[in-house]
């Protein structure tokens, strides 16, 4: 059974800083699309940084470019380094990943919070909140 768990959100001011990690189990897999969505009340999730695993392929939405990193460790670990956080990146934070998706596919634009629903996994979120 495939499992992530993501850790390390919390509350910052705007200008702050977090890191958040997620860590899967349950696969053995090591070339495969992974995300950091994030979702507020009302609205459905978006990826916000994508990662084809096993490779230097990433991409991000235009809102994050420049202030947000998505990076992997081994197989089974995937982070979200998050700096000049402000309001507007106040949100649930996702990690997400499947195991059929093309890297051509594996992008910000392509990788939809459907794609996920219907052949992938989701993590169980962890809340960042940023204060003025």
């Known amino acids: 059974r495939v499992l992530l768990l993501e850790s390390g959100g919390g509350s910052v001011q705007a200008g702050g800083s977090l890191r958040l990690s997620c860590e899967g189990s349950?696969?053995?897999?090591?070339?495969?699309?992974m995300a950091w969505f994030r979702q507020t009340p009302g609205k459905e999730r978006e990826a916000v940084a994508v990662?084809?695993?096993?490779?230097?392929?990433t991409s991000y939405d235009d809102s994050v470019k420049g202030r947000f990193t998505i990076s992997q460790g081994t197989h089974r670990q995937l982070y979200l380094q998050m700096n000049n956080l402000q309001p507007d990146d106040t949100a649930s934070y996702y990690c997400?990943?499947?195991?059929?998706?093309?890297?051509?596919?594996?992008?910000?634009?392509?990788?939809?919070?459907?794609?996920?629903?219907?052949?992938?996994?989701w993590g169980q979120g962890t809340q960042v909140n940023v204060s003025s």
């Open positions: 997400a990943g499947d195991f059929l998706t093309e890297e051509s596919d594996c992008d910000s634009v392509s990788y939809s919070s459907t794609v996920v629903e219907q052949q992938g996994y």
């Open positions: 349950g696969y053995t897999y090591r070339r495969f699309c």
């Open positions: 990662i084809f695993m096993g490779t230097d392929k």
